[in-house]
């Protein structure tokens, strides 16, 4: 088998891979850089064709002479006499990449950048995160986390770019950027940011296992109110409330602020429509409510001045981080599926906190599906007590986060956001989760109805 081949095949089954289930060919293979020797890791760039689209993925692999037992789950192939391996799983590679960090090359291809202010603890080794995540992170002991970007987009990221900005201000809501490694490249003339590092939070707890524990403890106490139960989540929604407003914040103090005029909104309203005509042609059931969640968008296009800057853009509880020190959110790439141009267009803080709201819509509902449904009583019981969670939290977070009521058009604004959000996930649940499909979709039938 080819070189090409075999990298195809080991990129088809990674857990990284966007593309699952489109054809595409390796049509290209570039080295990026070297770090090391004994072993030695190569920085490669891999080029994907699907016909009518490019798309770049980088590859760490680790070089050996001879086979590595330790390694075996990770192998990618043999070529060149040698035996080649997804580096992220060897720690020998991911210590040369480290050391690297601490003392940069003074040549070669690739600049490891560092912020002032961290000393880097070189004694730790690496362990690879496991989960579905869209790239490889690993930490180094209790000191730093190393994101490898997978899909590479020619430009700057922007979650180093505003992690970068965050810290340097001093936010309290982000983990601190430590540096980041990046080289200048051939590809479509532009710097290619390869990964970033950053304070490793070792008392992080996931913001959405922290919703679904909560929602748990309330089902076990089935006459119990969600304000009346040991695990109630209205003062961390708060909590989370005040933590994205101060973010926004910092974000329009260190960003370009702009507002949308009538004709920008008029456009906003327009793309929403798009995206809902293509959501329809994959979930069909959507077209019943299309008529009037048409109504709901083309009601924001009459709204101008609206403020826009720099936001998260693809916020949900899966991206807040709950720590000692407060809520931390992560992940400022933006909706991983947009082109790199649109992912850094400024937007309403509006969309942001829609996020957040189908967040809470979905925590009570995952929770609800786990459940044996076999007593039809307890299983009411439950539907109205996940209800009561999800009012309770999105109420208690909206309140928080706006300091106070909504204005109308803020009002209007905010619930097109919420419906444009549900209108994606019903498309993502089709592809990802077929037999989640239904919490978007209700989630619309209650926008429309309202
Ligand atoms: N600084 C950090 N410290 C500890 N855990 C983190 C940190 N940043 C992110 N995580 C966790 O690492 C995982 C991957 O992070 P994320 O930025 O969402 O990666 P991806 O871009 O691959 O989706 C998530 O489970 C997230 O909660
Ligand atoms: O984290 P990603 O950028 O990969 O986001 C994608 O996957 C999310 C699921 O992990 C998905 O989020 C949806 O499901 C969440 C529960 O699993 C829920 O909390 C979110 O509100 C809901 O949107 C996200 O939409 C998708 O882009």
Known sequence: MSVNDTVKEFIEQARWFGGKGRDFEVAGFRRLGTVGTDPRLDLDLVTLDYGDEREYYQLPLVHYAEPQEHL????????????????????????????????????????????????????????????????????FGDDA?????????????????IHDVLTRAGSDHVAALYGWLETDSLVEGQVLQLGMLQQ??????????????????????????????????????????????????????????????????????????????????VVPELAEHAPALREVFGRVADLSDV???????????????????????????????????????????????????????????????THDDSDP????????????????????????????PLGVDEQLLLSAYVADKAVYEAVYEARNRPSWVSIPLDAIAKVVAA
């Open 72 to 139: 075996e789950h990770a192998l990618v192939g043999s070529w060149d006499g040698g035996h080649v391996y997804d580096a992220v799983h060897d720690r020998a590679a991911m210590a040369h990449l480290l050391a690297s960090f601490d003392t940069p090359p003074t040549e070669g291809p690739l600049r490891f950048e560092r912020l002032p202010g961290h000393d880097l603890d070189l004694s730790t080794h690496s362990t690879l995160f496991s989960g579905e995540q869209s790239n490889s992170s690993l930490a």
């Open 145 to 161: 986390l190393l994101k490898l970007f997978r899909k590479i987009t020619p430009g700057r990221n922007p979650d180093v770019t």
């Open 200 to 281: 490793f939070l070792r008392t992080a707890t996931d913001g959405w296992d922290l919703a679904l524990a909560s929602v748990r403890n309330l089902f076990v106490e089935g006459d119990l109110h969600a304000d009346e139960v040991g695990g109630d989540f209205a003062g961390e929604a708060a909590r989370l409330g005040v933590a994205l407003r101060e973010t926004h914040e910092t974000l329009a103090e260190h960003f370009p602020r702009e507002t949308r005029d009538a004709a920008a909104q008029s456009a906003l309203a327009t793309a929403m429509g798009e995206r809902l005509d293509a959501a329809v042609r």
């Open 307 to 369: 403020p826009i800057q720099q936001i998260h853009a693809d916020l949900h509880l899966g991206q807040t981080l709950r720590t000692v020190k407060g809520w931390k959110i992560v992940d400022f790439e933006g909706e991983p599926a947009k082109p790199l141009a649109e992912r850094v267009l400024p937007d309403s803080p509006w969309r942001d906190v829609a996020g957040m709201l189908r967040s809470f819509d979905y925590a009570p509902r995952v929770v609800e599906r």
């Open 377 to 404: 009583d307890a299983a009411d019981q439950r539907a109205f007590r996940a209800r009561e969670w999800s009012k309770r939290n999105r109420e208690t977070f909206l309140l928080a986060y706006a300091d106070g």
